[in-house]
C-alpha cells in the first residue's frame, strides 16, 4: 500500500484558474508507480490530454523497474480493458507488470520481462480480434504451461 499527501504552500489554493496541486506519495516503488498511474488515469478521465497529449510508444531499455507505453488504436482500449476492467486486470496478472490503460495510452510498469509479456499479451489479446492467434511453441517460457486437449 502506499499514503498519498496533497502538498501545497502556506497561502496557496486549488481551484479554477490554479496551476493545480502536488501529490506526494509514500511507500515501496512498485507501489508509488501503480497509485501513479492510477491517478493519472483518474485525471485523464476529468481532463483528457492532461497526461496523454503528444504521448507515443516507448520502450526502456532498463533492465530494472521502469514504464512503457503503448498507444491504443480505434476501439483496441475498450476490448482491452474488457468488462468492468477484468481484461486488463487479467493481462496485469498474468504478466507481473502494473498495467494502467491511460486515455487511449497502456501504461507498462515493471520489470524489463514484466513489461515485454505483458506487451506480449496485449498483442495477442488484440490479434485475436482478427482471427485465431497461434502460438507456435512455448519452449522456454515459464510463464505458460502446455496442455493437450484431445479431439472429440
Known amino acids: 500500500g502506499v499514503l498519498m499527501f496533497f502538498m501545497s504552500k502556506t497561502g496557496t489554493r486549488g481551484g479554477k484558474g490554479s496551476e493545480g496541486e502536488k ?7 512498485r507501489a508509488r508507480r501503480g497509485a ?3 491517478v493519472m488515469s483518474s485525471v485523464e478521465t476529468k481532463n483528457p490530454g492532461t497526461f ?21 488504436k480505434d ?5 482491452a480493458l474488457g468488462k468492468q476492467g477484468s481484461t486488463r ?41 482478427r482471427g485465431s492467434v497461434t502460438i507456435a511453441s512455448i519452449a522456454g517460457r515459464d510463464d505458460a504451461t502446455e496442455m493437450h486437449i484431445p479431439d472429440n
Open 89 to 129: 486486470k487479467k493481462l496485469e496478472t498474468a504478466s507481473g507488470a502494473i498495467l494502467q490503460y491511460i486515455g487511449q495510452v497502456a501504461f507498462m510498469a515493471g520489470t524489463m520481462k514484466e513489461r515485454r509479456r505483458c506487451k506480449e499479451f496485449v498483442s495477442w489479446l488484440l490479434a485475436q480480434r
Open 75 to 79: 476501439d483496441e482500449m475498450s476490448y
Open 52 to 72: 496523454t497529449r503528444g504521448v507515443r510508444d516507448k520502450e526502456s531499455s532498463e533492465r530494472g523497474f521502469d514504464t512503457n507505453r503503448m498507444l491504443f
Open 36 to 38: 501513479e498511474l492510477k
Open 23 to 29: 501529490l506526494m506519495i509514500c511507500g515501496p516503488e
